[in-house]
T-cell receptor, first 110, second 115 residues
Framework: KQEVTQIPAALSVPEGENLVLNCSFTDSAIYNLQWFRQDPGKGLTSLLLIQSSQREQTSGRLNASLDKSSGRSTLYIAASQPGDSATYLCAVTSGSRLTFGEGTQLTVNP | DGGITQSPKYLFRKEGQNVTLSCEQNLNHDAMYWYRQDPGQGLRLIYYSQIVNDFQKGDIAEGYSVSREKKESFPLTVTSAQKNPTAFYLC??????????????FGPGTRLLVL
């Protein structure tokens, strides 16, 4: 059974700092990996999707990497802003299921 | 304005009562999903439907039921058999196919509370 873990559970940084969120998964036979953003009491917004054959994807200040063999992904956020404050969820597709991690709650302080 | 709508935003359930959560999409997506999110946890799949008049159980289907009579609508009923229904419920849709293969688009969620 696929398990997804995200570290740290919570992170607080000053504005302007570069930061890395981590995601690990137990079964490397994945189809893709996605990073989502969730604002308090809201639904999820897809940020980046990395296919299993890809190593990374970039969108603006966000860069996600995937190392399938080691079961790891990172989400790099450059020059963080207070508007980046949210919970970031990692999810992997394997065996016709989308399995989510518990999320990292990010706070960017002005 | 395309998207997914969920109603109500908050729902209160009394002991022994069945309640139904609404999910509607106008994205012309074939596949729709229901997830449950508990505090500090990731999302868990309750049910999903890849086509009208067909649906499959997810990982935590016990105590829930669904129907898919129209492409646009995928209501979720939380039955009295679900003993711990307090959670945040999220509906999602995708173009079609296997869950997770295409990007899923999420609604704003319904928070269910037990009185």
């Amino acid at each position: 059974k696929q398990e997804v873990t995200q570290i740290p559970a919570a992170l607080s940084v000053p504005e302007g700092e570069n930061l890395v969120l981590n995601c690990s998964f137990t079964d490397s036979a994945i189809y893709n990996l996605q990073w989502f953003r969730q604002d308090p009491g809201k639904g999820l917004t897809s940020l980046l999707l990395i296919q299993s054959s890809q190593r990374e994807q970039t969108s603006g200040r966000l860069n996600a990497s995937l190392d399938k063999s080691s079961g790891r992904s990172t989400l790099y956020i450059a020059a963080s802003q207070p508007g980046d404050s949210a919970t970031y969820l990692c999810a992997v597709t394997s065996g016709s299921r989308l399995t989510f991690g518990e999320g990292t709650q990010l706070t960017v302080n002005p | 304005d395309g998207g997914i709508t969920q109603s109500p935003k908050y729902l209160f359930r009394k002991e022994g009562q069945n309640v139904t959560l609404s999910c509607e999409q106008n994205l012309n997506h074939d596949a729709m999903y229901w997830y449950r999110q508990d505090p500090g946890q990731g999302l868990r799949l309750i049910y999903y439907s890849q086509i009208v008049n067909d649906f499959q159980k997810g990982d935590i289907a016990e105590g829930y039921s669904v129907s898919r009579e129209k492409k646009e609508s995928f209501p979720l009923t939380v039955t009295s058999a679900q003993k711990n229904p307090t959670a945040f419920y999220l509906c999602a849709s995708s173009i079609g196919g296997t869950p997770g293969v295409e990007t899923q688009y999420f609604g704003p969620g319904t928070r269910l509370l037990v009185l």
